[in-house]
């Protein structure tokens, strides 16, 4: 699992971070993740993160994601999920987490969708 984060100054403590994860968010990466989604989270008032390159996920993944939407909420911040990718969709909707998270979600047609 890659973690790219960037904190960008907001106006008094109303600091925004962005945080992307690629590849797989897994048992075997999740723990690896933990502490660097935490401490981003610690500096912002709004954390922001992109899951458009995660390729796997599995139950440890779902995990970490919960447990930051948590740790945001006991701390009074503001957690998002973007751009998710078709592999955290199918993770979220398998244990019916989307409206726990409450983000927007595209769902985008197969390309090749036939039309009967």
Do not use: C, W
Request: glycine residues 8%.
């Amino acid at each position: 699992m890659g973690v790219s984060m960037q904190q960008d100054m907001g106006e008094g403590k109303q600091k925004h971070g962005n945080a992307a994860i690629s590849g797989t968010l897994t048992i075997y990466d999740a723990a690896a993740g933990k502490q660097a989604l935490l401490e981003v989270l610690d500096g912002v008032a709004e954390l922001e993160i992109d899951l458009s390159a995660v390729t796997e996920m599995d139950t440890a993944g779902i995990q970490l994601l919960v447990m930051l939407k948590r740790a945001a909420t006991k701390a009074e911040k503001k957690l998002r999920l973007v751009a998710h990718s078709p592999a955290s969709l199918e993770v979220l909707d398998r244990y019916n987490l989307v409206a726990y998270f409450g983000d927007p979600v595209v769902i985008s047609s197969p390309r090749n969708a036939r039309h009967d």
